[in-house]
């Protein structure tokens, strides 16, 4: 899931590292609605998390993850 984090020593301090986006995800994140022509349909951007974005029918929308986190 996105992003991950792990514990770096007893507790104290945390690493995290963030989702490697596939080519064309856009940064900053668009607006839901906003045109995603420079992408392939069904590019997921975001992870798989609550905050997905996908790209369908030409426009970002957001990603319904079934059995992600």
Do not use: H
């Not at 022509?37 to 790209?55: D, F, I, P, R």
């Amino acid at each position: 899931c996105s992003p991950i984090c792990r514990a770096k020593d007893a507790g104290t301090q945390w690493n995290c590292f963030p989702w490697d986006e596939p080519p064309g995800c856009p940064d900053p994140r668009p607006l839901l609605g906003t045109a995603c022509t420079n992408v392939e349909a069904g590019t997921l951007c975001g992870g798989y998390s609550e905050q997905s974005m996908v790209c369908a029918g030409g426009y970002w929308g957001i990603a319904i993850i079934n059995g992600g986190c």
